[in-house]
C-alpha cells in the first residue's frame, strides 16, 4: 500500500491565517490523502504561511526557506502563502528558488494546483473567495473559527494589509450559517467568527444578499442549537456603536471580552493613522462596555513610536491606559512597511526612543496585569475546557477570556465546569473545579 504523503505546514500572524492554514489542508486532502507531520525533513510538502505586519519575519522567512531546502526530502516541495506571498510575489521565486509555488492570502483555495503545477503562483488581491465552499479541517473539535469577510477596506496608514488581503466583501450569511450548524453538530460549543474588521460585516457582499449587519449576524450565530460561546476578532473601535454595544452585552452567548485595537491614545496621531476616531471616543466606548458589563475584559493593540509621535502624544497613550487597564495588550514599535502611507512621512522616531517607550508601557501593564490577577482570588469562573496539559493540568478559556488552569481529566475537554481561582498569576489563573 502506498503511505500517504506529509504535510508539514507552519503559520505565523494572526488567527485569519491559522484558519487559512486549515483551508489548505482541507483542500488538499479532497483528492488525495495528506497526513499532517510536525517534522519538515519527512514532509512531502511544506507550507510557510506568513504574515507580512511587521518587517523582522519577513527578514526571518528567507533563512528559514534556506534551512528547509537544504533539509527536505528529495522532490519535497515548498510553498510561501499568506500575506508576503500576497506581498512579494514573483520576487519570492527570485530571492529564493527553492521555492516551488507562492500562494497569497486571497488564494488559498487554489493550493491543490500549486502543489501540482511546477512553479504555481496566484497573488491575485481582487480574487473573489467569499463563497467558496472550502471542505472541513478543524485542528480543535471544541472550538471552530469561522470567517465571516475577507480583505480590509480600511486605509490605516500604517497598514500592509490591505494590500495583502484587498478590499473587504463579507460572506453571504447562510454560508456562514451553515459553516457554524455544520461545526456545532460535529461538537464545536465555541464559535470563533473572523475577519479583519468583523463589526462592519454586512456593508459589500458580492451578490445580491440580504441586509444585515454584525449585530445580526451574531443574533443569527446565537440561534444555532449547539453553540454555547460566540467570540469575534477584529472589531474596530469606530464601528462600536450604540446597537453594536447592547447586543453585545445582552446575549448570553457572547462571550465577555472584546478586543479594540486602540493603536494610539494621541488622537492626533490617531488622525495621522486614519483611524478615524478619537481619543474620547476610544474611551467613551470603552467605559460604556465596562458600565454595561461589568465583568468585561477589553484586550488591545498599541503602535509606540508611530512618526511624529511626540513626548506628549505617548503620554496620552499610557493615560489611555491608567483610565482602560486593558486586561491584555499586545504592543509593539512602530515597523514601517512598504505600500503604506506612513512609511513616506517624516518624524520617525529614533529605535533608543522607541525601546524606551514600549518598555515603560510594557512595565505599566504588567502592573496592572498583576494588580487584575490578584482580585481574581477566591472568584469562581465558568471555563471551558480546550487542551490537556502535562501533569493532569487542563486549560481553557473563562466566559471573559481568562487562561484558567486546574488539574482535572482529559474527559473533561468539552465541558463547562465552575472552576474557583486559588493562585492567580500575570498569565494563567490557576484554579480548582468546584462543578
Ligand atoms: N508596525 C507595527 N505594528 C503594526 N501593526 C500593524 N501594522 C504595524 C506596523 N506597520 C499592529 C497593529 C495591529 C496588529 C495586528 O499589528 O497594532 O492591530
Ligand atoms: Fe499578519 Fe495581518 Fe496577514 Fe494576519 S492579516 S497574517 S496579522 S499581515
Known amino acids: 500500500m502506498q503511505e500517504t504523503k506529509k504535510l508539514f505546514i507552519e503559520t505565523l500572524g494572526c488567527a485569519m491565517n491559522v484558519r487559512d492554514s486549515e483551508h489548505m489542508i482541507a483542500e488538499l486532502n479532497k483528492d488525495e490523502a495528506y497526513t499532517l507531520t510536525t517534522s519538515a525533513e519527512e514532509a512531502d ?3 510557510i504561511n506568513t504574515c507580512s505586519v511587521r518587517e523582522k519575519p519577513v527578514h526571518k522567512l528567507f533563512s528559514e526557506i534556506g534551512a528547509f531546502a537544504k533539509h527536505k526530502k528529495a522532490g519535497a516541495k515548498i510553498g510561501v502563502c499568506g500575506c508576503t506571498a500576497s506581498h512579494l510575489g514573483a520576487e519570492i521565486f527570485r530571492r529564493a528558488p527553492a521555492v516551488d509555488f507562492v500562494l497569497g492570502a486571497r488564494n488559498v483555495s487554489k493550493i491543490t494546483k500549486a502543489v501540482r503545477t511546477s512553479k504555481f503562483m496566484d497573488v491575485d488581491i481582487d480574487y473573489d473567495e467569499s463563497t467558496y465552499a472550502f471542505s472541513d479541517f478543524r485542528h480543535s473539535t471544541h472550538k471552530a473559527y469561522v470567517n465571516i469577510s475577507i480583505g480590509c477596506d480600511k486605509q490605516c496608514t500604517y497598514c500592509i494589509v490591505p494590500h495583502t488581503r484587498g478590499e473587504e466583501i463579507s460572506i453571504p450569511t447562510a454560508l456562514i450559517v451553515a459553516e457554524v450548524e455544520k461545526a456545532a453538530a460535529k461538537g464545536a460549543k465555541e464559535i ?3 475577519g479583519q474588521n468583523v463589526n462592519n ?3 459589500r457582499f458580492s451578490g445580491n444578499e440580504p441586509k444585515i449587519n454584525f449585530s445580526g449576524l451574531l ?11 460566540i467570540r469575534f476578532t477584529s472589531p474596530h473601535p469606530l464601528h462600536m456603536d450604540d446597537e453594536f454595544l447592547e447586543v453585545f452585552a445582552s446575549n448570553p452567548k457572547i462571550c465577555k471580552s472584546m478586543h479594540m485595537p486602540l493603536q494610539s491614545g494621541s488622537t492626533h496621531i490617531l488622525n495621522q493613522m486614519k483611524r ?41 497613550t499610557m493615560d489611555v491606559l491608567e483610565k482602560v487597564r486593558f486586561e491584555q495588550m499586545f504592543s509593539f514599535k512602530y515597523s514601517p512597511r512598504p505600500l503604506t502611507k506612513a512609511a513616506t512621512m517624516e518624524g520617525a522616531i529614533a529605535s ?8 515603560r508601557l510594557q512595565g505599566r501593564h504588567e502592573q496592572i496585569l498583576d494588580e487584575i490577577a490578584g482580585a481574581q482570588l477566591g472568584k469562581q469562573m ?13 486549560a481553557g478559556r473563562s466566559f471573559s477570556n481568562f487562561l484558567v488552569q ?12 465552575l472552576v474557583r481561582i486559588t493562585n492567580p498569576r500575570r498569565l494563567v489563573l490557576y484554579g480548582e473545579v468546584v462543578a
Not at 443574533?219 to 460561546?229: A, H, L, M, N
Not at 533608543?352 to 518598555?359: F, K, Q, T, W
Open 352 to 359: 533608543e526612543v522607541a525601546s524606551a517607550r514600549l518598555a
Open 406 to 417: 486546574a488539574p482535572g481529566d482529559a474527559s473533561l475537554l468539552g465541558v463547562t465546569s
Open 45 to 47: 510538502v511544506i507550507v
Open 192 to 194: 470563533f467568527l473572523l
Open 382 to 394: 465558568q471555563v471551558y475546557w480546550e487542551e490537556a496539559r502535562e501533569e493532569g493540568m487542563l
Open 219 to 229: 443574533t443569527r450565530v446565537s440561534e444555532v442549537v449547539g453553540v454555547e460561546r
Open 201 to 203: 460585516y454586512g456593508r
Open 276 to 316: 478615524g476616531y478619537t481619543k474620547e471616543w476610544f474611551l467613551d466606548r470603552a467605559m460604556k462596555l465596562r458600565q454595561m458589563v461589568p465583568d468585561v475584559a477589553i484586550s488591545t493593540d498599541v503602535i509606540v513610536a508611530f512618526p511624529g509621535e511626540s513626548e506628549a502624544d505617548f503620554e496620552e
